[in-house]
């Protein structure tokens, strides 16, 4: 066969697969992909994975400054939860051909990329309820459309991941809540937090890019244009906020009945295109702790690679080492 042939049968292979994959098709792990659509897997979970371990960050902040006992364990498992479903996603995209190591090792020199809205500091309790709510609210949108993913595993592993961000946002509504039906103070603190949070929010799910040029679309790694996910998060919570008394801070925001979608002033996409640079506010402070807990971590994952050394010395040889040797 010719070269030319040979490019032609793979171009025709790769032209088989965007049309089984865009018309509902399923992709598991260990079949056959293009190299194009295998990176474009690697890159958006890998960001995924990384924005849930970075999403820990703000909200860890808080655990000791939580202001009872049940908001600081409320609080706590969330982090757990979320910590977990870094690791279940870093899984996939090891099954994809990069290891967690890598991954992590670009995220903290400053390589790697994650998710806008945790580059950004927090100020008060009332973070942690609007972080919560909203940002996993922004997030649940996301996550929902990935359950219809080309890509089976992620897919299945939306499943899980979007029934414990239910559960988070539920908690975050609830603190957001409490503080509403409080003093006026703790009402102003909420509100202040939202009048900080909104356009973080605004530009969670993206520019408005057409789905012709979505490449995660054409692929149907994701399901849904950047503009439905946004219209689906104002759909949802414009109500719910105004239903306990906070203002949203866009004097443009209306819902348009004639052509059934929110208008609303137009985002600050200049901030999200440094921000994608890792240049927000709490970037290299967050890359640096990240670094510095990564760096701390070390031994473990020694200690880990030599108990696994051990085991499969013992399986091949037999022999068992010594305590004394494991020690040494
Ligand atoms: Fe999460
Ligand atoms: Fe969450």
Excluded at 162 to 177: A, L, N, P, T, Y
Aim: aromatic share 8%; hydrophobic share 40%; net charge negative.
């Amino acid at each position: 066969m010719t070269e030319t042939s040979a490019e032609a049968q793979d171009e025709a292979r790769v032209e088989e697969f965007r049309s089984y994959v865009q018309n509902g098709g399923k992709v598991e792990a260990t079949d056959w992909m293009p190299v194009e659509y295998r990176q474009s897997l690697i890159r958006f979970i890998e960001m995924h994975a990384n924005s849930e371990l970075m999403g820990v960050l703000p909200e860890r902040d808080w655990i000791m400054r939580a202001p009872t006992i049940q908001r600081k364990l409320a609080l706590t498992a969330k982090i757990q939860d979320e910590a977990g479903h870094a690791e279940l996603l870093y899984r996939l995209v090891e099954d994809l051909g990069k290891t967690r190591n890598a991954c992590l090792d670009d995220l903290v020199a400053g390589k790697g990329k994650f998710h806008n809205t945790f580059h950004y500091t927090t100020k008060t309790w009332a973070d942690t309820g609007m972080i919560a709510w909203l940002v996993d609210a922004a997030a649940i949108v996301s996550q929902h459309a990935l359950r219809d993913s080309s890509y089976a595993p992620y897919a299945r592993t939306m499943q899980k991941i979007c029934w414990e961000e239910s559960f988070h946002m539920m908690h975050g509504r609830d603190i957001v809540i409490t503080l509403m039906n409080g003093t006026a103070m703790q009402r102003a603190m909420a509100q202040e937090a939202l009048d900080r949070w909104w356009p973080t929010l605004m530009v969670f799910h993206g520019p408005n890019t057409p789905a012709e040029k979505d490449r995660d679309l054409q692929w149907h790694i994701k399901a849904k244009v950047n503009e439905e996910l946004r219209q689906e998060f104002l759909n949802a919570q414009v109500p719910r906020l105004r239903e306990v008394g906070l203002i949203i801070p866009d004097p443009q925001l209306r819902y348009d009945t004639e052509h059934e979608r929110w208008l609303y002033s137009e985002p600050d996409w200049t901030t999200l295109r440094a921000i994608a640079h890792n240049q927000g506010p709490a970037s290299e402070e967050r890359i640096g702790f990240r670094r510095m807990t990564y760096e701390e971590g070390q031994w473990v994952r020694d200690l880990m690679a030599y108990s696994m050394a051990q085991r499969q010395q013992h399986t091949t040889t037999g022999h068992v080492p010594l305590k004394e040797e494991v020690h040494e």
